[in-house]
């Protein structure tokens, strides 16, 4: 079968694999469209301290089910592949923290997803396969796995309605977390960012949108909350200084989610009697756990228009090398790889 294998920084090659076969509790699913993450889009440009030569990048899966021999499970569905879950007996998912599970990514859908067909194992089998409604196609189902990272994002800030949150980054993930985030009530909505044509389509979901290449943010954002600060923030761009400044712009009492991942070895420098008199609260997320892949499916159900402008690019495979390099440059929004139907 044909899969994309990363081959070095900058570099990826189409190349062939063995089918891969499948045993007991396991399914395998003939890939459809897979979207390009930005994490795959850092380890093209960058590599990555634990994927190799000849791995197969891509997570965000849908496909149809081709071979089955897992409990539930009919050759023809059609599947959104959640790229891991919980195993459900460590000390972590004993106590519900599902995302810190030590066994996270013992099962894994192979090769991944850039690939034609994938190798389901047992456990993902059972708690991470979801039938895709006939309105959902297989291109807006690979949005599904991004949108449960951001619906953890936003559960853990424990957003109310009529609460102010701050959205710094206008890449794909800020722009979910803006939809989401006004569908749970929250106003007003900042989004801030630096690329003008994705804060153009920011602005139809937010009510402010920032350009940090042009105004200070913390000028605005004492302008917008008269000098309070945000209840709400979300740090979604993965560098330090970004992370670091999002102090300044939560109120007292706020929460600030620092959701993306800085590289090894960053190091802030904060006020630390912002977290002790102003009692302001700092949060992590990563991932997601099945409740949220079922949700952002719920949520996606509903609200398909909205979500579908987020895919501003379909590629066949062969596509997908350009099109890292394009998102690299903050080009487009969001990439689908297709390897079948749309
Ligand atoms: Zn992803
Ligand atoms: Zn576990």
Request: hydrophobic share 45%; charged share 20%; with cysteine.
């Amino acid at each position: 079968m044909r899969v994309l294998k990363y081959i070095e920084p900058r570099r990826v090659e189409i190349g062939e694999m063995p089918q891969p076969t499948i045993g007991a509790g396991e399914v395998l699913v003939r890939v459809q469209a897979c979207g390009v993450c930005a994490t795959d889009v850092k380890t093209f440009m960058r590599g990555h301290p634990h994927i190799g030569a000849g791995a197969v990048l891509g997570h965000e899966m849908t496909g149809v089910i081709v071979e089955a021999q897992a409990p539930g499970w009919r050759i023809g569905e059609r599947v959104v592949v959640a790229p891991y879950v919980p195993c459900g007996d460590c000390l972590y998912c004993a106590r519900g923290q599902f995302t810190l599970c030590q066994n996270f990514f013992d099962a894994s859908a192979e090769p991944g997803g850039f690939s034609e067909l994938l190798r389901v194992p047992p456990r993902l089998a059972q708690k991470g396969l979801l039938r895709l409604p006939d309105e959902i196609d297989f291109t807006l189902g690979t949005l599904v796995e991004p949108m449960a990272c951001a619906l953890h994002g936003l559960d853990a800030l424990a957003l109310k309605r009529g609460e102010s949150l701050l959205i710094i980054g206008d890449g794909p993930m800020g722009l979910i977390q803006a939809i989401l985030a006004r569908a749970l009530g929250a106003s007003p909505i900042v989004i801030a960012g630096m690329t003008p044509g994705r804060l153009a389509l920011a602005a139809r979901y937010a009510g402010r949108v920032v350009n940090v290449a042009e105004t200070k943010l913390q000028n605005e954002i004492k302008t917008l909350t008269n000098g309070a600060g945000m209840d709400k923030v979300i740090v979604s761009v993965g560098q330090a200084q970004v992370a670091e400044d999002a102090f300044p712009l939560v109120r007292r009492g706020g929460i600030i989610n620092f959701f993306a991942g800085l590289p090894n070895g960053s190091r802030i420098s904060i006020d630390p009697n912002r977290v002790h008199y102003d009692q302001i609260t700092l949060i992590g997320t990563f991932g997601f756990a099945p409740s949220h892949f079922a949700r952002a499916l719920k949520v996606l159900t509903r609200n398909a228009a909205e979500f579908r402008n987020l895919i501003t690019l379909t590629v066949p495979l062969d596509g997908l090398e350009k099109a890292f390099l394009d998102s690299a440059r903050y080009e487009g929004i969001k990439t689908v790889a297709v390897m079948g139907e749309t």
